[in-house]
């Protein structure tokens, strides 16, 4: 906005600096005073200076539409930056809405698997162990992980010896790539 500004400005001062150019070099052409208040009786230069002065009359037509050109379109500009403006605050109040989301769902999730995890925790270690030899071992790893070590050590001792030692291998390497202090 302040950048528009600046280059309304200086698009003004240019223009006065070129009517301030074109007025001196007329009326030195003529031999005149830089005056556009010529009495209509002037000697033999009333037609020139007639001339000058309908010039810069024109001039300050084209000057007045681009003034009122420049001032449209800052108009406009004010409207679209008004737009942006709301746009980014629905953006942002849609972002935080959809973190608000996610993050009662993994806290929904969280508590679905605390419970799964206490319920194969309630169970005898051979029943868990039956349906944990169906699981897939990364799932399996994360189920004995919440639950109390003796829980998932009988049930661990119930599995195929192979399996065991890949749930167990997964448990271990879960938190190798976490930042350290």
Do not use: H, W
């Not at 010039?55 to 050109?69: D, F, I, K, P, Y």
Request: proline share 4%; aromatic share 4%.
């Amino acid at each position: 906005m302040r950048t528009l500004q600046v280059v309304v400005g200086l698009l003004a001062v240019s223009g006065l600096i070129r009517f301030g150019l074109v007025a001196g070099s007329a009326t030195a052409a003529e031999g005149l005073p830089p005056s556009l208040d010529l009495p209509a009786s002037a000697e033999d230069g009333c037609g020139a200076s007639a001339a000058v002065l309908a010039a810069l009359q024109s001039r300050e037509g084209q000057v007045a539409a681009r003034e009122g050109a420049v001032a449209d379109r800052l108009r406009a500009l004010d409207v679209i930056e008004q737009r942006v403006t709301a746009q980014l605050a629905a953006l942002a109040q849609a972002d935080a809405d959809l973190a608000a989301t996610m993050a009662l769902a993994d806290q929904a999730a969280g508590n679905d698997l605390a419970t799964l995890a206490a319920v194969y925790q309630e169970m005898k270690p051979e029943e868990a162990a039956a349906i944990f030899t169906a699981m897939d071992p990364v799932f399996a790893a994360g189920f004995l992980a919440m639950m109390r070590p003796q829980t998932s050590a009988a049930i661990l001792a119930r599995l195929e010896p192979a399996q065991a030692y890949g749930i167990t291998a997964i448990i271990a390497g879960r938190n190798t790539g976490a930042p350290t202090l």
